[in-house]
């Protein structure tokens, strides 16, 4: 089982500010790897799929990057609507499908 | 536009069943990659499993031979029927679609407790 494993688990950001998640892979997903955020009461949406590539309607300063095991979400100009929990996943080696724990983003 | 609804949630006691639903709209269950995944309470997101366009099915080890995933193309829904319920089961339920592409569309959830 490929055991995802995400840092800081909590993201203290002021707004306008950049935030960077990072996602580590017990093994190489190659760019196998979703980004996924939810926020209080709603399921998660999809953000990043192919470690890099924006699922439609995100906007433009959410961006992925990585590849192997090491992964980064970077959110550009944090706005208040970002304060959520993001998840990474991966779906290079399954079963299982494997999610990380979460990064909890707060505003500063 | 897809759209998921999940229903079938409830309050069961431990060793009891229950089956999930989830209804698809704007998207063909016989074609899609069709998941469970799972969020206990205050805690991250866990596969349960998938049935892809084949029918192929697999299990977490944690709902193995006692989950059953199956498709009703007749009535696009994707179908979750638990067995041997377990307090570490309670969670809300998630229906999703998607793989390679990662799961793209998600239900609203259905929320399962297991509790006497």
């Known amino acids: 089982e490929i055991v995802m494993t995400q840092s800081p688990a909590t993201l203290s950001v002021s707004p306008g500010e950049r935030a960077t998640l990072s996602c580590w892979a017990s093994q190489s997903v190659s760019n196998n790897l979703a980004w996924y955020q939810q926020k209080p009461g709603q399921a998660p949406r999809l953000l990043i799929y192919?470690?890099?590539t924006r699922a439609t309607g995100i906007p433009a300063r959410f961006s992925g990057s990585g590849s192997g095991t090491e992964f980064t979400l970077t959110i550009n100009s944090l706005q208040s609507e970002d304060i959520a929990v993001y998840y990474c996943q991966q779906y290079d080696t399954w079963p299982p499908l494997t999610f990380g724990g979460g990064t909890k983003v707060e505003i500063k | 536009e897809v759209e998921l609804v999940e229903s079938g949630g409830g309050l069961v006691q431990p060793g009891g069943s229950l089956r999930l639903s989830c209804a698809v709209s704007g998207a063909t269950v016989r074609s899609d990659y069709m998941s469970w995944v799972r969020q206990a309470p205050g805690k991250g997101l866990e596969w349960v499993s998938i049935?892809?366009?084949?029918?192929?099915?697999y299990y977490a080890d944690s709902v193995k031979d006692r989950f059953s995933i199956f498709r009703d193309t007749s009535k696009n829904t994707v179908n979750l029927q638990m067995n041997s319920l377990r307090a570490e089961d309670t969670a809300v339920y998630y229906c999703a679609r998607g793989l390679i592409r990662g799961f793209d569309y998600w239900g609203q959830g259905a929320l399962v407790t297991v509790s006497s």
């Open positions: 049935v892809y366009s084949s029918g192929g099915t």
């Open positions: 192919g470690a890099s």
